[in-house]
């Protein structure tokens, strides 16, 4: 177990060769929260279920020629989340970013999650200049059931920070979403008009650097089915892994997520998804 972060604790690592924090280009950290998820419970399992499905896989990236092997990579644990407290949570995980960029300013933080609204805390700590989501819902409420901090609200808290924001694979939200999108400049794009031309049309002109943010939902529900708020008609996995690669090789990358993971079962669909996902993000971002 790792002790030079004050909020970590040991939890089941990935299954690849690590390296320690301080000399990796990589961190993982799981965020096992899922406090106000409001449909399907069990995105706290998420950060340990994407985990054990990475012993599922090879570590060579058969279209890369990349071994993640050769990448250095560290896995720090998973955040001491507070249950049920948001904000507290989201303060450790943002004093977990400040503590990992003084020991070593080039790493990226990949965070697995735990419920959406976590991604408030990596955004607000790493001050990108653009956002850049894939998820099936717009998440710009102001509130939800009278909390702000709700997952439902987590690309609104974002545009409040002065970010940049463009949002990719949506289905669902209501009226209110999208008129406050219309009134902010958010762009997005619906999973059934979706197209690489059009992602790429929209985020070549956005500030570097960006972070990116997977909500797991964002995938067709055949590939996703354990996730908190669960819609038909999703992106593929060779759609969003395209996009994801213009990306990298375009802009800085100041940090990632795979959000939304779910499940009550060791090794389930959706984290073999979110597991895969996560090794080609980091195969990516060493070509
Ligand atoms: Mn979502």
Redesign the pocket.
């Known amino acids: 177990m790792q002790m030079e972060f004050f909020y970590t604790y040991g939890a089941i690592k990935t299954a690849l060769p690590l390296v320690d924090a301080k000399d990796a280009d990589f961190v993982i950290f799981g965020v096992p929260f899922d406090s106000t998820t409001s449909y399907r419970p069990g995105a706290r399992f998420g950060p340990v279920l994407v985990r054990q499905a990475t012993i599922n896989l090879e570590s060579y990236i058969l279209d890369y020629d990349i071994d993640l092997a050769d990448v250095k990579i560290a896995d720090i644990g998973d955040i001491n989340i507070v249950a049920g407290n948001s904000f507290e949570t989201m303060k450790r995980i943002m004093e977990t970013i400040k503590e990992l960029k003084i020991m070593n300013p080039k790493a990226i933080p990949v965070m697995l999650g735990g419920e959406?609204s976590m991604t408030y805390a990596p955004v607000r700590a790493l001050k990108p200049k653009s956002y850049i989501v894939f998820?099936?819902?717009l998440?710009l409420r102001n509130e939800f059931g009278g909390n702000p901090w709700n997952?439902a609200c987590v690309t609104r808290r974002i545009s409040e920070l002065g970010v940049e924001i463009a949002g990719f694979g949506i289905r669902?939200g209501i009226r209110e979403e999208v008129e406050y999108a219309k009134e902010r400049n958010i762009k997005w794009i619906h999973a059934r008009e979706y197209s690489l031309e059009k992602f790429r049309e929209i985020v070549k002109n956005m500030p570097e650097p960006v972070y990116i943010s997977i909500?797991i939902?964002?995938f067709d529900l055949s590939m996703v089915p354990s996730t908190?708020?669960p819609?038909a008609g999703g992106l593929k996995f060779w759609e969003i892994i395209e996009a994801l690669e213009w990306l990298t090789k375009e802009k800085e990358v100041v940090g990632f997520d795979i959000m939304?993971v779910a499940g009550t079962e060791l090794g389930d669909i959706t984290a073999l998804t979110g597991a895969k996902l996560m090794f080609y993000l980091i195969g990516m971002l060493s070509r």
């Open positions: 959406h998820d099936a819902h998440d997952h669902s909500d939902d964002v908190g708020t819609e939304e």
